[in-house]
């Protein structure tokens, strides 16, 4: 799987050839301590992408204005990604049952420079990809890395980069305890508890539900995941 990944460092050398029209203000789903995003990705299923950047880094700055601030790099982020940021200093989480600190977590990525990308599924690295790289370009990656691990997608990311590709993502639902969904709840702006099928529908928002036949609607209708709420 990772030799399709290799072409992910040739878009490293690009420079801001350009960028999607549509902005917005700073991604509020933002976390900000890595254990967290971490357990948050494991109960929704997803892949947590850890952004390594640094307040000095000038391209970390380019990346928050203009690929960051994206309408669609964050409706894609929010659909199927948990995205936490990563800076110098002294903060401590806990992953993977030790403790490090944020400075630590450089050395045991293997970190050597910002902005550098992390994805991880579970508990495996799936790819690094070191540099900034602009939206367009950003999120085919995240597009590609996605249908891959999901959907065990065959074509290398060169094949794929040349295709108009609007992919969402793969509507799920995951079967949680309601400790896990209420840690969601707690921890996760992205999420929404609901008791019928929202009026106003976002493909994006993790719905929270104990009810099957509304967790099988919203999948019918393309939200991406629903967490199913188990009774025992």
């Known amino acids: 799987m990772l030799n399709r990944f290799g072409i992910f460092l040739v878009l490293v050398a690009l420079s801001t050839l350009s960028v999607f029209a549509t902005t917005v203000q700073a991604y509020e789903f933002e976390f900000k301590d890595l254990g967290i995003a971490h357990k948050v990705a494991n109960i929704e299923g997803?892949?947590?992408?850890?952004?390594f950047t640094s307040e000095s880094c000038y391209y970390c700055k380019l990346f928050d204005k203009e690929v960051l601030a994206n309408q669609q790099v964050q409706d894609f982020l929010r659909g199927n990604y948990i995205f936490v940021r990563v800076e110098p200093g002294n903060n401590k989480t806990t992953f993977l049952g030790k403790t490090y600190t944020n400075n630590e977590l450089f050395g045991v990525f293997g970190v050597r420079g910002t902005p550098t990308f992390v994805f991880l599924k579970d508990k495996t690295q799936i790819?690094?990809?070191?540099?900034?790289?602009?939206?367009?370009?950003?999120?085919?990656?995240?597009?590609?890395?996605?249908?891959?691990?999901?959907?065990?997608?065959?074509?290398?990311?060169?094949?794929?980069?040349?295709?108009k590709d609007d992919y969402k993502g793969k509507p799920t639902i995951v079967k949680v305890k309601q400790n896990d969904a209420q840690y969601v709840l707690k921890y996760d702006k992205n999420t929404k508890q609901v008791d019928s099928v929202?009026?106003?529908?976002?493909?994006?928002?993790?719905?929270?539900?104990t009810n099957v036949e509304i967790a099988n609607k919203l999948k019918e209708m393309g939200?991406?995941?629903?967490?199913?709420?188990?009774?025992?």
Do not use: C, H, W
Not at 135 to 149: G, N, Q, S, W, Y
Not at 223 to 232: A, C, G, I, S, T
């Open 46 to 51: 997803k892949m947590v992408l850890i952004a």
């Open 127 to 163: 790819t690094q990809v070191p540099g900034y790289m602009p939206a367009e370009d950003f999120i085919k990656a995240l597009r590609f890395i996605v249908k891959v691990v999901e959907e065990n997608y065959k074509e290398s990311f060169e094949v794929y980069s040349k295709k």
């Open 198 to 209: 929202p009026t106003i529908l976002d493909i994006n928002t993790v719905y929270v539900t």
């Open 223 to 232: 939200v991406l995941r629903v967490l199913l709420v188990e009774n025992k």
